[in-house]
């Protein structure tokens, strides 16, 4: 079974310029998440998709922030413009819905250097 | 606005001790609790997950424990192997549809 993917890996870019990251989730994993993590800290949740549809972004900072989850399947998460702030990991999960444990499988993240 | 705590930020070890992972949150009333390891320029990986109604999870070397009242679980590694090394991070979900809400994170180094 193929993991997560997410790309590009690494992405450096100068701050007021725009970015974006694409997932595509393990097949099947209708629930889709983005966390940022910065250096030093544990991750944090930006948005949760089920199928194409929003569950949670309140800790999106929509003011720059944008994902979207087409089709319900691939997502693309974009910062328009980017912040110095801002450089982190991106990382991208899966998950089937429903059951007691709803683990999570993680992808190897994009890590974003704002100068 | 529930917080998670890990202690201590980082660890080094000889090969083969035994050591202990600790990780605290505010809010009791949680859905689970998870440990998951990230190595460098990897994704987090989970380890064990243990339910609200469990005590304990066994997974090989390594066993954890929660006790929910008192907001403590703690992951314990049995004769410590260099493979080891990695940052280790618990997380709590609230209820089952909830976000996962991370602790910092150890910082775990075994020496050969």
């Known amino acids: 079974e193929a993991g997560v993917a997410q790309s590009p890996r690494y992405k450096i870019i100068e701050k007021r310029q725009s970015v974006a990251f694409w997932c595509n989730p393990i097949s099947g994993h209708a629930t889709l998440y983005w966390y940022q993590q910065i250096l030093g800290q544990g991750p944090k949740l930006l948005i949760q998709f089920q199928n194409n549809g929003v569950v949670d972004d309140s800790q999106l900072p929509k003011d720059r922030f944008s994902a979207e989850r087409l089709k319900g399947v691939d997502s693309t998460l974009k910062i328009q413009p980017a912040k110095l702030e801002d450089s982190a990991v991106y990382l991208c999960?899966?998950?089937?819905?429903?059951?007691?444990?709803?683990?999570?499988?993680f992808g190897a993240g994009t890590r974003l250097s704002v100068l | 606005k529930q917080e998670v705590t890990q202690i201590p930020a980082a660890l080094s070890v000889p090969e083969g001790e035994n050591l202990v992972l600790n990780c605290s949150f505010t809010d009791s009333a949680i859905y689970n609790l998870q440990w998951f390891r990230q190595d460098p320029g990897k994704g987090l990986t989970s380890l064990l997950l243990?339910?609200?109604?469990?005590r304990e999870q066994t997974s090989g070397r390594l066993n954890a424990s929660l006790d929910k009242s008192s907001g403590r679980s703690t992951l314990y590694i049995a004769a410590s192997q260099p493979g080891d090394s990695a940052t280790y991070l618990c997380?709590?979900?609230?209820?089952?549809?909830?976000?996962?809400?991370f602790g910092e994170g150890t910082q775990l180094t075994v020496n050969p």
């Open positions: 997380a709590v979900k609230e209820t089952s549809g909830s976000r996962l809400t």
């Open positions: 243990i339910q609200s109604s469990q």
């Open positions: 999960a899966s998950s089937r819905p429903g059951g007691a444990k709803n683990i999570q499988y």
